[in-house]
């Protein structure tokens, strides 16, 4: 993901846990996010891939696991 100039690398966290790819952070757009799943099942070896990401472009944002609704 680092080469791809639209990855905001530093702003995501890629987790995988016996197989089972977790994609946590920020996108701007669902086409970014679906650029991120797309790569992730690409992995040799990856069972599934489960989405976290928030989509800046769709409001209202969803709110993380544990964080207070405003």
Sequence with gaps: MSRQT???????TVVVTDGIVHLWGLVVTGEELRALELAAQGVAGVKAVRNHM???????????PGSFAA
């Design 6 to 12: 639209w990855s905001r690398r530093a702003e995501n």
């Design 54 to 64: 928030i989509v800046l472009s769709e409001e209202p944002y969803p709110l993380f």
